[in-house]
């Protein structure tokens, strides 16, 4: 475990954990699941949310295994280094907001920072415009950063508050395992499911529960991270996180030529629009909240499998920002943004700005 925690946290570590994400979110389109959405964390949150009611948008209702994986995956591999550490820090309503905010934004945009790559690398053009909205978010979060923007540091609490987002999702499981889809029927037991539409396309259950896992164990292993990437190579020139994020990029592009999956255009793409303004825009406002909260929504859930409760509420209002996108016409579809989508961005921004300008440490 020594030598592998050395190699991961290594340049070549970082690459090989981007590449092997890249390569196995192709593939899990392959095997199944919807079109340039072969891990999506925005994505797979909200149809969480679907699946237990939270929001009852028939065509994104899934209980998805690969997140629970990324949370048990990452608590794995936090006791097996011995870094299985409960901690908690200040402001958690703020965590909260910052997580509902960045789902909003990242449903305006129909992608999380992992999807916008994946888009990217099978040819949708639409996911240029997300990128450059995210790197300008987080931009503008280095802003206030500079300025003495804080949260407050985190730290050691009981033990059963670190557990408190593990046992959750191994509790998604068991419903999971208890509840399992009956064809043509929307509901099973306590749970709902997707009879069309993206909720519907999945891989099987231990296949994405197996890559949820492993993508969970090294990515704590690695401190992966696409926010911190760019936050890194703008704040301090540090490359070395970005050098994964290039890796996923670069694989998933590779092995969705190899598969046939690449499809070059702004036109038809699956689960997107082409409306470019709102596209940068959701993607602003996603980058700006990731910023502020420490983390991108996949990073969130491996700092929660390893015992930090500030990104567990981050998760939870991620899950409730879900909710809140479908049940009041935010979120966007292939049609475009939702009725009330472009108010959600403005109204995001200015809450974030928000607490970007009046949660500064006092030197």
């Known amino acids: 475990m020594r030598q592998m925690k050395n190699f991961l946290g290594t340049q070549w570590g970082i690459i090989s954990v981007g590449a092997f994400i890249g390569v196995f979110a192709s593939l899990l389109q392959k095997w199944g699941n919807p079109g340039n959405m072969g891990v999506c964390v925005a994505c797979f949150a909200r149809d969480i949310a679907g699946a237990l009611g939270l929001h009852r948008a028939g065509v994104v209702q899934y209980m998805r295994p690969e997140i629970i994986g990324f949370v048990l995956g990452s608590l794995v591999a936090a ?58 978010g987080i931009w503008v979060g280095t802003l206030f950063l500079k300025g003495g923007y804080n949260l407050g540091r985190s730290n050691k609490t009981y033990a059963s508050v670190g557990w408190i987002m593990p046992l ?39 296949v994405s529960l197996i890559i949820g896992l492993a993508i969970g164990f090294f990515a704590q292993r690695s401190r992966f991270c696409t926010m911190g990437a ?21 694989f998933a592009f590779l092995t969705s030529l190899i598969l046939g999956q690449f499809h070059p255009g702004f036109a038809k793409q699956p689960v997107a629009h082409n409306m470019h303004l709102w596209n940068f825009g959701g993607m602003v406002l ?30 939870l209002g991620m899950i409730v920002g879900a909710a809140f996108a479908h049940n009041f016409g935010l979120a966007s579809s292939p049609k475009g943004v939702g009725p009330h989508g472009i108010a959600a961005v ?16 006092k030197a």
């Open 79 to 136: 006791i097996a280094s011995r870094e299985f550490r409960p901690r908690v820090g200040s402001a958690p309503i703020v965590r909260f907001v910052l997580g509902v905010f960045a789902m909003i934004g990242a449903l305006v945009f129909l992608g999380c920072p992992w999807r916008a790559m994946l888009r990217l690398s099978a040819g949708d053009w639409n996911a240029i415009l997300g990128l450059l909205g995210l790197i300008g």
């Open 168 to 206: 959750i999702m191994l509790g998604f499981l068991v419903l999971l395992f208890m509840f399992p889809q009956i064809d043509g029927e929307q509901k099973s037991g306590v749970l709902f499911y997707s009879t069309k539409g993206p909720g519907a396309m999945h891989a099987s259950i231990a």
């Open 230 to 250: 760019f936050r890194d190579l703008i704040l301090f020139r540090i490359p070395h996180l970005f050098y994964g994020v290039l890796a996923l990029i670069a």
């Open 286 to 315: 996603a980058g700006l909240a990731f910023c502020l909260a420490g983390g991108c929504p996949g990073r969130q859930l491996f700092m929660a499998g390893e015992g930090d409760g500030d990104a567990a509420v981050f998760v």
């Open 346 to 361: 403005i109204i995001g921004l200015l809450v974030c700005t928000f607490f970007g300008l009046t949660m500064r440490q």
